[in-house]
């Protein structure tokens, strides 16, 4: 699997946590983020902004690019958005130096195979469910902060499930809808 062992792999992802429909997250819709997870260690890097924009992706692939060792391959999961794969990130991945940057993009609805999302799961769970926010710039503050406090002592994400697993669970779910 790319990113185990001595080759960090870096998560991205377009908006956090999604799908809760509490009032209190409701600025988290209007306020897109994007985030990554350094798979060996479990750090996470945050750049919060207000759009996601490939200027703003850029920027973030420029902070990742900055963080990690010369000597190690960045792999980055990322969704199907056309500004991860505009023109001006395909020029800048296409230098000699970046050479060891890696692109992978989950299928349409294939969010859960993002390690990024389990961190969101704790985010959710553990700061944003719990929180009140009553501005945009207190929430970014909120998951700044966590995420400042969570890189103290992080925590990797392993998979556990082996493929069959999945597998047979995907299966058992489209077994039930039909």
Known sequence: MPGVGSHPAVTADETGPRGHDDPRLQTQ??????RGD???TGEV???LQERHAAAD???????IDASVSR???????????????APEITKWLARRDR???????????????NLIERWFKELTDKR???????SVVDLAEAITTWAEH??????????KATADDIITKVQRGRDALH
């Open 38 to 40: 350094e798979l060996a």
């Open 29 to 34: 819709r209007d306020h897109r983020s994007v």
């Open 150 to 159: 969570w890189n103290i002592d992080p925590k990797p994400f392993i998979w």
């Open 57 to 63: 992706v850029l920027r973030f692939f420029k902070q």
């Open 45 to 47: 890097l945050t750049d």
């Open 71 to 85: 000597g190690l391959a960045v792999h980055v999961v990322l969704d199907n958005l056309s500004a991860h794969s």
């Open 99 to 113: 050479r060891r940057w890696h692109l992978h993009f989950t299928p349409t609805s294939s969010s859960w195979l």
């Open 128 to 134: 944003l469910r719990r929180g009140r926010f009553i």
